[in-house]
């Protein structure tokens, strides 16, 4: 009965997935942000949001999550990305995606270290000028009150 019922809940995970090869289906409010340049975000209580990032790693981008966040204002939920086209060397967009949880603010610190390889730290000149963090700046609101008739 035990490995019947674990089978099940595997298919019903299977079943639920997303197409694409994405984790993610819900992507919620999408937060464009860049190397060098730091982005405000506001949400609400159980809202989710994304941070996106352009991405292209045939040229050697990289995108971490370097700063996660106070776990109380906001969660992590997944990495996901997005293709731009099925040719060589197409570039794509990165999601960083997170939920808000209660009332605060947090920062979020995103980088792409450029040709790094398995490396945590650019090899070279050239890496350390094209690498860099984007950093967002979350504010996650009280939820509105709620009438009561």
Known sequence: MMRRTAA???LVLLAAGCGGGSAVSDLGAVVKGAKG???QVEVRPGQRFSLAVAD?????DQWDLTAVPDPKVASFISEEHEGEGDGVGAGGTTYFVFNGKKAGTTEIRLRDC???GQATTPP???SRQQSGEAIFAVTVKPA????VP
Request: hydrophobic content about 40%; some cysteine; aromatic content about 4%.
């Open 37 to 39: 340049a730091t982005v």
């Open 8 to 10: 099940a809940a595997l």
């Open 144 to 147: 509105p009150p709620t009438m």
């Open 56 to 60: 292209n790693s045939s040229v050697g």
């Open 124 to 126: 070279d000149e050239r």
């Open 114 to 116: 450029w040709r790094c």
